[in-house]
């Protein structure tokens, strides 16, 4: 069985930086691509980013590049989204999720099938 958990959420104040990891279980974690998306109040989830296998290749929306940094561990089964210069607009439960296929990356979310249950980033001004 397949289990992600995030952790580092929390709340900052604009400017401010948080850094989220996710560790994944039930996989063979080197073998897929990542990624972190969020979803804020009343709106549809977005990727933020998307990091393949090796993580050699990343992917941002244009919204957090240059503030937001995807990494991966794969001898810890891990990967991590450090948030900088944060703004409001950037509050939302944030979700890491796995790709459905190895050795493949997309940024939608539906080709992702295993997710964790999400950690609340709040971004006060």
């Known amino acids: 069985q397949v289990q992600l958990v995030e952790s580092g959420g929390g709340l900052v104040q604009a400017g401010g930086s948080l850094r989220l990891s996710c560790a994944v279980s039930g996989r063979i974690f080197r073998q897929y691509a990542m990624g972190w998306f969020r979803q804020a109040p009343g709106k549809s989830r977005e990727s933020v980013a998307t990091?393949?296998?090796?993580?050699?290749?990343?992917f941002y929306a244009d919204s957090v590049k240059g503030r937001f940094t995807i990494s991966r561990d794969n001898a810890k089964n891990s990967v991590y989204l450090q948030m900088n210069s944060l703004k409001p607009e950037d509050t939302a439960v944030y979700y890491c999720a796995v790709h459905s296929t190895p050795w493949s990356i997309t940024g939608s979310a539906a080709e992702y099938d295993y997710w964790g249950p999400g950690t609340q980033v709040t971004v006060s001004s």
């Open positions: 990091i393949s296998w090796s993580g050699g290749t990343t």
